[in-house]
Every structure is written in C-alpha cells, then in structure tokens.
C-alpha cells in the first residue's frame, strides 16, 4: 500500500476514474471513458465537469485536501501511522479513503469489491472514546479504521445500526453519524452548536439532525449524517455531495474569506450556476447567511456549506457544524466577534446596516425587500426559541452567558436595518 501510485475512484458503487501520482509526486485525475458515456453522469465535483477527462494538481489537489482534516496534528498522526508525508494528500487517502464525505471512496486496485462490516459498541466504550479525544484531540482514528473527515473539531464516525445500537464502521461499511465531544476551550461548545441547530430548525432552515446524548457520562454531539440514506433492504447507502471550497477548486486553507477565500457571491454563483433548483438554493443559503449572522456564528466560511451530487438532482445541502459563539468573549487576534463572510463589506457582529444587507442583496442578485423582510422575521423569531431550545437542556448558567447578547445583536440588527 505504501508504494501505490494510482487509486480507483469509486462513486455510488460505480468506477468513475483513476487519481495518479507520478514519480515527482504531481496528482492527476482521469475520468473512466465508460464513466462518461454513462447514464448517471455524476462529475466527482463541479469543479472537474465531465466534458473534461483528465485534471490537474491545481483542481484535483484541492479537491482532495478537502477531504482531509483542517487539523494539522491530526495529519501528522496518520502520517506517523502510514508512514507517509502529512502534506501528501494523495498517501493519506490511500490508506483512509474508504468511508469519505460524500460518496466517493478511494481504493486500491483489485479492492472495488473491499468487503466491510461493524464491531458493536457500548456506551462505555463510545464514552472511553470521547474522553480520549478531550485529552488528545489529535486522536481521530483508532485501529482498522480507514474513514477520513474534514473539518478542525475532534471527532469520530459511528453506525447507528437497525436495532437502534451503536457500532464502529470497519473497510468499507459506511458509516451513519459523526460525534463530536465540541471544542475543549470554549465550554459547552457542543451543547451550543446543538441549540444552533435545532432553532435553525424551527425557523424554518433545513438543517442535518443533530442529538446532545449522554454515553456512560460523557456528553457529545451527534450528527446524522445527510450524506447517507437507508436503502429499502436497510444498508447504508452514500449520497455524493461536496463542500463549496472544493466546488471552486480552493484549497481549505483558504476557507475564511479574509484568507482570501471565497466570498458570498462565489458561492451563490456557483448554486446558480449549477444546481438543479439555482434560485431556490441562492434563497436557501441567503437565509443562512442571515441566521448565522444573527446568533453570532463566526465559522460559518466556504466549508460549512455543501452541494449534493444524486442522479439528476443537484442542490444545496442542509445545513451543519453551526454555533453561535456569544457567550465566549473575543480574546488576542480571535475573531469570534466577527461573521466568516462579509454582509456588505461589514463583518463584525453589530455593525451591519440597513444598507449593507442592500449591497449584499445586490451581490446575490436577490430581492432586498425581501431579504429585508427575512431579517426580521429571522430576529424576531430566534431569541425566544433559542431561549427555548437552551432550557429543554436545564442550561440555567449558559442561558445567562449567551441569551443576553442574543437578544441585543437581534434587537439591534432589526433597528439597523432601518437606518
């Protein structure tokens, strides 16, 4: 495994090409010419369209890194394991591109048919596990598992079996739900992203479904994954989809858009452009665009919005990983008091005018009195139900930390608006 220099790309169960990496260590893709001519006609990311056959490092690399934890200890702990370089994005994903984001997987040659299955777990042995990864969150992957996931958090994958039981994904098995023990230095971060989500819910954006479980005593969130469907014979099947980064081929480093990354017009283009409901979509995201400003979400860059990829439907995916961070004080260069994309040119939370959401509209090509119109419904409706949603946990001392600052940036964007 560890001198391969080609991995077949698999996509819903089908070969779709061959990513290659030749002696001086340059990455190419190459669509099947069957893959092409093919009736499904799923490219493996909207930056590499099928009319295309082969690509190169400057749109494949990408792609691949974005496969990839943003978290470089993490990378440098699959590095030691597979005894590769942690900057090889192409190693990496030969030994652990078997259970990705979406459904793509990468395997050897003579592996399409790489069998899987689950090991049962408990809940002390899922608890085991999270206390582990708050004493070392560089521990993403314990032994036989060969699943990778984007993102900075600590986290690890599970499958929720038929049964309703917990089990860990082995080979090939797809897995179901992504846990989350949160952030370690921001307290009950975990418990927050879960409230975030859930209000996002109630007024009315799709969000994935998320659960604040308690395993034998240690909390964590559980994310069920959007990118998996139960099949009528109850297995798990992939859904492809893909992150907006790697939608514009832009490396994940450059996620913020103060890194020069994408800002909200990229990616309200490129769902114009591309999906099968454009409009629907840019409305869709525009709406989330207002609701992570209005709960003082800073983290919401390229990353944390997804397309899906199915057979004749493309569309913006439900949204994930959102969290309010109000009730955490701004400290050195953090930038938790600031939105990940600008409203306008404004950024930081509190600062944003009438006339700014009026720019933003105009760079989204949407309706401003109808965006208007949704900012106020929006922070009219959050304060109580995030109010809510905090108390159904008995968050007394978080309620006291973060609701204040709710209700004011709410208030306060409403009498914004009209200025």
């Known amino acids: 495994m560890n001198g391969a220099k080609s991995l077949d790309v698999r996509l819903y169960g089908e070969r779709l090409g061959v990513v290659e990496q030749d002696a001086k260590g340059r990455v190419s893709f190459a669509y099947d010419t069957d893959a092409m001519r093919g009736d499904m006609r799923i490219p493996l990311s909207i930056s590499m369209p099928m009319g295309t056959p082969t690509y190169s490092p400057s749109t494949i690399v990408p792609f691949l890194e974005g496969l990839l934890p943003d978290n470089q200890d993490v990378r440098e702990q699959w590095a030691i394991k597979f005894g590769v370089s942690p900057r090889n994005a192409f190693a990496l994903l030969a030994h652990i591109g078997r259970d990705c984001a979406g459904a ?90 879960h409230v975030s989500m859930r209000t996002a819910g109630s007024v009315g954006l799709r969000v994935a479904k998320t659960e604040y479980m308690d395993f034998d005593g240690a909390t ?80 919401a860059h390229a990353k944390n919005y997804s397309v899906m990829l199915a057979p004749g439907l493309t569309r913006i995916t439900p949204l994930y990983d959102v969290a309010s961070a109000l009730a955490y004080e701004a400290k050195g260069d953090s930038e938790i008091d600031q939105a990940a994309m600008s409203i306008g040119g404004r950024r930081r939370f509190g600062t944003v005018h009438g006339r700014h959401w009026d720019r933003l509209a105009r760079q989204l090509k949407v309706d401003q009195a109808r965006l208007r119109d949704e900012i106020q419904r929006q922070a009219e409706m959050i304060p109580a139900v995030f109010a809510h949603e905090i108390d159904r946990d008995d968050a007394t001392e978080l309620r006291a930390r973060l609701m204040p600052k709710l209700e004011h940036l709410c208030a306060a964007t409403v009498t914004q608006l009209r200025d």
């Open 104 to 193: 793509v997987e990468f395997l050897h040659d003579g592996e399409l048919d790489f069998g899987g299955g689950t090991v049962p777990l408990s809940d002390a042995d899922i608890a085991t596990r999270l206390r582990n990864l708050v004493k070392d969150p560089s521990g993403w992957l314990v032994s036989g598992e060969r699943w990778s996931l984007a993102g900075a958090q600590s986290k690890f994958t599970l499958v929720r079996r038929k049964d309703g039981k917990w089990a860990e994904a082995v080979g090939s098995e797809p897995s179901t739900h992504i846990v989350k023990p949160g952030i370690s230095d921001y307290r009950d971060q975990a418990l927050i992203e």
């Open 220 to 299: 964590a969130l559980v994310v069920t994954r959007f990118d998996r469907r139960r099949a009528r014979d109850g297995s798990v099947v992939r859904v492809h989809q893909e992150d907006t980064c790697q939608a514009l081929a832009v490396y994940p480093r450059r996620k913020y858009e103060a890194s020069k990354g994408p800002t909200a017009a990229d990616i309200a283009r490129v769902l114009r452009d591309n999906s099968t409901d454009g409009e629907g979509d840019v409305w869709e995201f525009t709406q989330a665009l207002v609701y992570n400003y209005l709960i003082g979400a800073p983290d």
